[in-house]
Each structure stands twice: as structure tokens, then as C-alpha cells.
């Protein structure tokens, strides 16, 4: 009897110990998240926890008599022709932004050539079937096609359930519906929670583009014979292409922590195969914040009007290098150089330094 009256009180005794442990971690616990909620709600930037959402409510329409204004009236028109899908279309902004309104603006900065028309031949989620356009662009009087190209251009449509099953964007993480009151009002849970997002997001796309990479899917094997159709096409017309590679902005872009880089690498290799010069964006895009490049950091991948600035100022001056647009165009007047040196010097001063020197400044006159 003695014995099982020890026995009792060692295992009440136990008991005591193991739920005054759980109170202890349960109550250090709560104060470790009460710790961190204010420590967010102190050393976060204002709007931090925010995801940004500036987008046009309103996309305004462009009558036929006011496209293109500077070849309106004119008989000597130089005419580019863009072919691409919804990145180039420039899904969710006012068509101002767009890549190919901001190359027509840059083309025509000058006199000192003829008025130049950039036409956009776009179809959302088209992939190798561009060939068609392609010669459509030219049969409208292109001197010039781009092909505006992203990293799901090797997309094989033929089998749209395979491709809707693997697709990131369709089967994004989401936060429980009782949650996410708690993350509205809480720092805390609310950046857990994204951070959570934006890790399951990125798996997802990393795990979708490699499917779309493999050296035996059908879709990279159309877009290599794509590539080397429309070469062909340009040729007999005796039009020159080139293309550029938009990169995906849903991630870190600098180099060595961007994933997508292998895919970059196929791409390249394609053009290079099929004769086509290549602007790889992701370089001139590597220093900047994805956030401020796509439509809505996740929700809308699309590209931001910062990332089509980007993408037709380093078109403009890729054409211009190459001499496949008159060397006229090049602007005369450059202006803001003091403005970036003194940014630069900031730069410098926060441990940034601009990669370029303010020395010698992308786009001056040369």
C-alpha cells in the first residue's frame, strides 16, 4: 500500500511538473509573439507589411486617329513590329506604359529621322505559334520584328490539362479563412504569412518551369523549330529580327539567387542556334526590388510600368548598338547626368554602389 501511495504521488507529482512546463512555454511563447509584434510594428517602414496595389482602375481605349501621333500625316514611316504575349502586351497598365508605346516615344525623341510607328502583335499565352504573326508584321510593312519573348514561350498547348495541373499561378498557397482576420491586424502573422506565400509561390514556379525545361518536353523542342521558322521567314523578306527575354520578377533577381538562370541559359542557346541576337533583361533588371516590377507582388506577375520602361530603354539602345535603327535616332539631348552622379554617391555611401560608372552614362550622346 505504502508503495502505490508513493507511486501516486510521484506520477500527480510528475503531472504537476510537465503542465507547470506547458504553462511556462505557453506563457514565453506568448510573450516571444507579443516581443515580436511590437518589434514589427517599430522597426518596419511604413506600408512594409502592404502588398503594393497602384494599378489602373480604368485602362483607357486609344481612337484609331490618335495611335501612333507621330506618323500621323507622314508618308516616309519607319515601321517595328513587337511580337510577344500578355508580358508584352502590357496586361494592367494604361498602354502609355506599355513596352511598345515607350519604344515609339524613344524612337521619335529626335528629327534627325523619319517618324518611326512601333505595332504590337500580341496574343495572351502564345507561344511558338508567333510564327503566323510574324509574317503577318511583315506583310504590314515591318523593317524590323521583335519577338518579345518570356520564359514560358516553351509552353506546349497541345496538352492544356498537363499544363493546367503543373501551373503555379493556379494552385497558389492561400491563407484559411479564419486567419485571416488575425492577419489584417497583426504584423506578425500577416508577414509570416506572406513570407510563407511567396516560399510556396516560388516552389511552385520553380518546380513548373524546370518541367517546361527538360531536354525532352515537346514544348522546348517547338519553340527551338520556332525560332528557326521565323528566322527563315525574315530572311526571305529580308527583314531583320531579334529578340528579347523578359525575366520572372517573382523572385530575388541578382545573380546567384535567381533560379530561373538555367532557363535563361536555354533561351540563349535557342537564339544563338537559330541566328536571332538576344537582349537578356534580367541583368538590367537585377538590382531592383521585385516588388516594383511586377503588377501586384502576388497576385498579378504581369510586368509593372517600371519593368516595361526598363525593358524599352534597353531595347531601344540594343537596336541602336547594333545599327538595326538608324544611328540618327540616338538622342542629342541627355539630360539628369548630375542627377545620377549625386545618386550614385549616395549609393555609395549606403554600401550600394552603382554597378556602371556616372563616367561614361548609358545613354549619352556618342
Partial sequence: MGGERRGEAMSMGW??????????????????????????????????????????RRILGVDDAREHPWAQGASNVWTAAIIGDSIAMGVGNQKCH????????????????????VRLYA????????????????????????????????????????????????????????????????????TVARAIERHCRLRQYVAYYRFLYRADYSGLAKFRTSLREIRAVADARGVPVVAMLFPLWITDLRPGRYPFAPMHEEVTSACRQAGIPLLDLWPAMAATVPDRLEAIPLVDAHGSEVAH?????????????????????????????????????????LGQPLESPSASPRGAAQ
Fill in 98 to 117: 506599355r513596352l511598345a508605346f515607350v519604344l515609339e516615344w524613344f524612337l521619335n525623341v529626335g528629327t534627325s529621322a523619319p517618324p518611326a510607328r
Fill in 309 to 349: 520602361r526598363i525593358a524599352a530603354e534597353e531595347l531601344f539602345y540594343f537596336l541602336l548598338e547594333r545599327r538595326l535603327v538608324d544611328t540618327a535616332r540616338r538622342p542629342t539631348h541627355v539630360r539628369e547626368l548630375e542627377r545620377l552622379r549625386a545618386w550614385e554617391k549616395k549609393l555609395r555611401a
Fill in 123 to 190: 496574343k495572351p499565352s502564345a507561344t511558338y505559334q508567333q510564327v503566323d504573326q510574324v509574317r503577318r508584321a511583315i506583310e504590314e510593312g515591318a523593317s524590323l520584328v521583335v519577338l518579345a519573348l518570356s520564359l514560358n514561350d516553351t509552353e506546349d498547348w497541345s496538352n492544356p490539362a498537363e499544363l493546367m495541373e503543373r501551373r503555379a499561378d493556379l494552385r497558389g498557397w492561400t491563407l484559411p479563412a479564419w486567419l485571416q482576420p488575425v492577419a489584417r491586424h497583426s504584423r506578425l502573422v500577416g
Fill in 15 to 56: 503531472g504537476r511538473r510537465l503542465r507547470s512546463g506547458f504553462t511556462a512555454a505557453a506563457v514565453a511563447l506568448g510573450a516571444l509573439a507579443v516581443g515580436a509584434e511590437l518589434a514589427l510594428r517599430w522597426c518596419l517602414p511604413p506600408g512594409a507589411d502592404l502588398i503594393p496595389f497602384d494599378r489602373s
